[in-house]
């Protein structure tokens, strides 16, 4: 499936407070949660690519 997400989404949902954080670790840490919201948004009639927002991603 193609999807996408956002440097500044990765950052606000996941490291809100922090400063420099690296994107590219934020997602591999977090590639499940990313994974299932991208399944639920298909699921829910979504078509590819799905664009992740804030509110597709649990708080952490």
Do not use: K, W
């Not at 996408?4 to 934020?26: C, F, K």
């Not at 590639?31 to 927002?53: F, H």
Request: a negative charge; aromatic letters at 6%.
């Amino acid at each position: 499936m193609g999807a996408s997400i956002g440097r500044e989404v990765l950052h606000y949902r996941y490291h809100s407070g922090a400063q420099g954080d690296d994107p590219l670790e934020t997602y591999t840490q977090n590639a499940d949660q990313m994974e299932a919201a991208v399944r639920r948004r298909v699921a829910q009639g979504s078509i590819e690519p799905v664009m992740l927002r804030e509110y597709d991603l649990p708080r952490s």
